[in-house]
């Protein structure tokens, strides 16, 4: 999936860069980034700790939100619709605190997109309002330094999941755009596996679960051709 995601990008950009005269639309690309924090709805993650806190005397604060990152391509059509195809990653991470004895747990993600954005207004010489939505093929692999069934430490999922997003940038800086991006994302990995494909479980009858489900936001930075 990862590769054709990219061959596609790639492909499209190219169609991007042929002289306009030779085409009949106006296409041009872009390319985005952009860092900001994702607010994850980590339900079945956050009982768990509260869990081992209770029974271990541990302090815990909830994974409830991490730093994400994204790199964007974006073909534009009249400067008015654009396919996208992209990159996110996301960094969560939490542990005990006061114990010389701590715990760990670390719930990072890979997510590759495929999407589209549409420009509803733009004020000349100030700035573009966009909407957009995006479907997410995601793999998370959660790791731990608690004892989890047979002592593994890393536990590997994927699923596809949504995000929808209104983004604002600039288009008085030719060629570059600046930006900030406000969206919700919804992405649960239900079926996380230890290494000989056993579904892993918190506690018995209780599956591992790393649901990123949440408001994003990013700041961004574009350089459009």
């Not at 997109?113 to 909407?131: H, M, Y």
């Not at 900030?180 to 918190?202: E, N, V």
């Amino acid at each position: 999936m990862a590769r054709r995601i990219v061959t596609a990008i790639v492909t499209l950009a190219m169609l991007s860069l042929v002289p306009s005269a030779a085409m009949s639309i106006p296409v041009g690309f872009a390319a985005v980034g952009g860092i900001g924090v994702g607010y994850y709805d980590m339900e079945a993650l956050n009982r768990h700790l509260g869990l081992v806190a209770q029974s271990k005397g541990l302090k815990f604060d909830g994974l409830t939100s991490g730093v994400n990152f994204r790199i964007e391509g974006r073909v534009w059509i009249y400067d008015v619709f654009a396919v996208t195809g992209g990159f996110e990653h996301f960094w969560g991470a939490t542990g005990s605190e006061g114990s010389t004895s701590s715990l760990s747990y670390r719930a990072p993600g890979d997510i590759y997109t495929v999407g589209a954005i549409v420009a509803v207004l733009r004020i000349e010489n100030a700035l573009n309002l966009c909407v957009g939505s995006n479907l997410c093929f995601a793999k998370s692999v959660f790791g731990t330094n608690e004892v989890i069934t047979r002592r593994f430490s890393e536990f590997k999922g994927d699923n596809e999941g949504f995000e929808l997003y209104g983004e604002v940038h600039s288009n008085f800086i030719d060629p570059i755009e600046v930006g900030f991006q406000f969206g919700y994302r919804g992405l649960r990995i239900k079926d996380l596996t230890d290494k000989y494909g056993d579904i892993a479980s918190f506690e018995p009858g209780i599956k591992m679960e790393i649901d990123y489900s949440g408001v994003f936001f990013y700041f961004t930075t574009a350089i459009r051709l």
